[in-house]
């Protein structure tokens, strides 16, 4: 099986890519490190790569930040292997442990690696983990010795038109790849920009980042044909930066991302939650920004006036600057047993616990765009929210807002929702008029913006 | 050959800045004007290393008074020329041996300690008065910047107001850089007044010079320039930042705003302090500090420069780097006030005044893609009242007429 790889290696080096114009051209480098389970960056980039695939004429290129180069990118296997991936995890009960190894084996390939494996090879490999760890070893070997050869370098033409999704200010080199590039050719360049946080709201982050933010997004300004902002918030942090730099603005669209609702199709209880549980749910990374203390002085002031509150579950990994509000939450006996923290809940899980939840809460100060508040609605579940940034874009008077640095505000509103007559009024309202966004319209709005 | 000494508070050996600069083109043209031209500077080496022989070094308690207020270092270099024993000995020393026929006192400061030395030695030369500034107006506005003590504030202005208005008066001529600055010392009791703007050398550029600064900018995928030379005092700093600002977002990428002199140095260090800001951090993305250069590496980086900028908005006197600007050929973005002194010049072709910050970036933009318009005899001719040759004409005129 590791034989595979020689005998498909062509003896002749990468080329390069240029297609018949125009083309749009999406970058996915930050799907090459695509480790099974997509980041909320990589799924916005996925699936707006899926939609151009079926829609438009489109490829797909990658940087190579070392090199300083384009690279084609095979997005066709790439989907390939996502949709395998998901096979496999709803088909819960043939996962054996040596299948899920050779998975993470297959995954942790290099992309170009990985596209020279057929779809069909691939399952076999799933299945016999001593093939997987043999084909993973012989393709570090040729890559080490040099033999592997490279990838097909992208070229872009004139009428052509370069999207840049996801991550780009952990690769900044490729805004000066991407500038020698528009020299030469001149294509049109747009860009997405999720939000202006490490600038706006540099408390949430370190310094260092602040400054690395500031530069990165400087210079996509610059060159950039057009932006496209994912929030009317966002769009005007973005504004503000460009009258303060004095940057010649490109235009800066917006564009609203399609709500990811996790499958209800198979769900499963967390073994930490029991059924009878009576719940308010927060989705989300703890990091300091999302204001998970403001919750534990929620739950706090509650016990203090002693109020009978539901538990509040709290579902998402530890992040940064937040040691003090988790020891707090986990050690004050006035809330360790009715808050919880529940890390790496997967997809069926979270579905769960979203249709069993009384309500959903999101105390973030600031957002981009804010996916959980869509993620609750979209299940038809009441969410009480911050009334700051991009949040009350998302559902407008379907949501309750509190301000988040108001704790007694917050705790109103929670307390209020625990009359089940005016909840049950809210559900229904919001049953009656949400209408999720699919990554189709995401797309149609994208298509209308790049023409 | 009359005799003639002229004597200031810093000392011309490899003049640095506009003050040393003017009085070096003064000192030589007396001598070419076939006077006996000596120059002595009173000054502290805590500011200046580079100096001659007979030039006095203040030391002992001056130098100590000067280190603990160094702003008022030019009031101490005066007054010790009285008040210093060394100072003193030193200077009764050169006055009794050369016996000047001719005193020209530049701006201000050795008056303080030379009137009453001139008294005490019964000594009456001819007296010439050579302004750069309304010197106390600068001092105050100095000292009130730097939230200096009210009373030490109102002395020193006291004294230096009193010096200038006794200099002034006592003056047979006195020269001054401006036409308001005119109108000043007349009010100080002025008997004749006349107007020597500052001005420059010819600008001599060296084609090896030139070729180094396309390479270094050429590895840098930079294509043009627009260039700001300044000294590190603050109001060069706050008018570019008053007239262009820190955000240099509508500067194209292979484009930059380089920073010549010890303004680089400056700049640095105030955005440094800076760190949450974005125009800050993001200044150098599109500005260059090019640093202290010898005259020849300027002078090519003047040549390779696309245009010169001088966002001016305040500070006495008139600016030399105006008159280095219009003599270098360059197209100039400035503000109105960059040319008091030299308001005939602003009609001049490829000299472009913009007086708000929107309308002096606009111009930059703008003039950067513009094509350098060649100058007319005429126009040639204006350019070159600029020189140290032409500026100095009628201050000259006056004092051979009461040599």
């Known amino acids: ?451 | 050959m009359k005799r003639v000494l002229i004597v200031a508070t810093y000392p011309i050996k490899n003049p640095q800045h506009g003050g040393q600069k003017r009085v070096d083109a003064i000192v030589r043209r007396y001598k070419s004007e076939g006077f006996d031209a000596r120059f002595v500077a009173v000054f502290s080496d805590l500011f200046y290393d580079d100096y001659s022989k007979s030039d006095i070094v203040v030391k002992g308690l001056t130098r100590e008074r000067i280190m603990s207020s160094p702003f008022t270092g030019d009031v101490e270099c005066g007054r010790a020329i009285f008040k210093d024993a060394y100072v003193k000995r030193r200077m009764t020393e050169l006055l009794t041996s050369f016996k000047p026929e001719i005193i020209q006192i530049e701006q201000v400061f050795p008056y303080i300690g030379l009137k009453p030395l001139l008294n005490e030695l019964q000594h009456k030369p001819t007296i010439i008065s050579s302004s750069h500034n309304i010197e106390y107006k600068m001092k105050q506005e100095m000292l009130e910047g730097l939230e200096a003590d009210e009373s030490f504030i109102d002395n020193t202005v006291k004294v230096i107001r009193d010096t200038e208005t006794q200099v002034t008066q006592d003056a047979k001529v006195v020269a001054a850089v401006s036409q308001t600055d005119i109108k000043e010392l007349i009010d100080l009791g002025a008997e004749s007044v006349v107007l020597a703007p500052n001005g420059i050398d010819e600008i001599k550029f060296d084609k090896e010079e030139v070729d180094l600064w396309r390479k270094k900018f050429g590895q840098m995928d930079v294509d043009k320039i627009a260039l700001f030379v300044g000294s590190a005092h603050p109001p060069n700093w706050f008018g570019f930042e008053q007239m262009v600002g820190k955000g240099l977002g509508f500067i194209p990428r292979n484009e930059r705003i380089v920073f010549a002199g010890s303004i680089s140095e400056y700049i640095k260090n105030e955005l440094d302090k800076q760190k949450l800001d974005p125009g800050a951090v993001t200044f150098w993305q599109r500005a260059c500090a090019a640093g202290r250069l010898s005259q020849d590496r300027l002078s090519g980086l003047i040549n390779f420069a696309d245009i010169l900028l001088l966002p001016i908005t305040e500070g006495g006197g008139s600016n030399l780097k105006t008159a280095e600007a219009v003599i270098s050929g360059k197209k100039v973005v400035a503000t109105e006030y960059a040319f008091r002194g030299f308001e005939e010049l602003k009609k001049l072709p490829n000299i472009y005044i913009a007086n708000d910050p929107e309308s002096f970036r606009e111009k930059i933009s703008e003039v950067m893609s513009i094509n350098l318009i060649a100058l007319k005899g005429e126009e040639s001719g204006l350019a070159k009242t600029v020189l140290w040759q032409n500026c100095l004409n009628k201050m000259f005129q006056r004092i051979m007429a009461v040599a």
């Open chain 1, 1 to 451: 099986m590791a034989k595979l790889l020689e005998q498909n290696v062509p003896k002749n080096n990468g080329g390069c890519m240029r297609r018949k114009s125009p083309t749009t051209w999406i970058d996915m480098t930050d799907l090459s490190i695509w480790r099974g389970h997509f980041t909320g960056i990589q799924r916005v980039v996925y699936s707006l790569a899926v939609r151009f695939s079926e829609n438009s004429s489109v490829s797909y290129f990658m940087y190579d930040q070392k090199h300083q180069k384009f690279y084609g990118f095979d997005f066709d296997n790439f989907r390939t292997m996502v949709e395998s991936q998901a096979h496999l995890e709803a088909d819960v009960s043939a996962s054996s442990r040596a299948k899920l190894i050779a998975q993470e084996l297959i995954r942790r390939l290099p992309s170009h690696v990985r596209s020279r494996i057929t779809p069909e090879v691939r399952n076999r490999l799933r299945g016999s983990y001593l093939r997987a760890r043999a084909v993973y070893v012989k393709s570090r070997q040729l890559i080490a010795s040099g033999r592997m050869p490279p990838r097909n370098e992208v070229i872009f033409n004139t009428e052509d038109t370069v999207l840049i999704l996801g991550n780009s200010w952990e690769r900044p080199k490729i805004i000066d790849s991407l500038w020698q590039a528009k020299i030469k050719s001149n294509f049109k360049l747009f860009q997405l920009v999720y939000d202006l946080i490490p600038i706006y709201q540099p408390q949430a982050f370190n310094l260092e980042l602040f400054e690395r933010y500031c530069k990165h997004i400087f210079e996509v300004a610059s060159i950039s044909d057009g932006l496209m902002a994912i929030s009317e918030s966002s769009k005007r942090d973005m504004q503000r930066l460009c009258d303060e730099l004095h940057i010649k603005n490109p235009p800066i669209h917006v564009i609203r991302l399609g709500d990811d609702i996790p499958s209800t199709v198979h769900v499963e209880r967390p073994v930490a939650v029991r059924a009878n549980d009576r719940y308010v749910l927060c989705v989300g990374t703890i990091e300091a920004r999302k204001n998970h203390s403001l919750l534990y002085y929620v739950w706090k002031e509650a016990h203090r006036q002693g109020l009978e509150m539901p538990k509040l579950i709290i579902v998402g990994r530890v992040g940064w600057y937040t040691g003090d509000v988790v020891h707090f939450i986990q050690l004050d006996p006035a809330v360790r047993d009715n808050i919880h923290i529940l890390e790496n809940i997967n997809d069926r899980q979270l579905a769960w616990l979203y249709q069993n939840c009384l309500f959903t809460v999101y105390p973030s100060y600031y957002e981009g765009w804010g996916l959980p508040i869509a993620e609750s609605l979209a299940f038809g579940k009441l969410c009480i929210a911050s009334n700051t940034s991009s949040m009350p874009e998302i559902a407008g008077d379907l949501i309750e807002y509190f301000s988040p640095y108001d704790s007694s505000e917050c705790l109103k509103q929670v307390v209020s929702f625990l009359n089940s007559d005016r909840l049950l009024k809210k559900e229904k309202e919001i049953a009656r008029s949400y209408n999720p966004t699919s990554w189709d319209d995401t797309y149609k709005q994208m298509k209308k913006i790049i023409g």
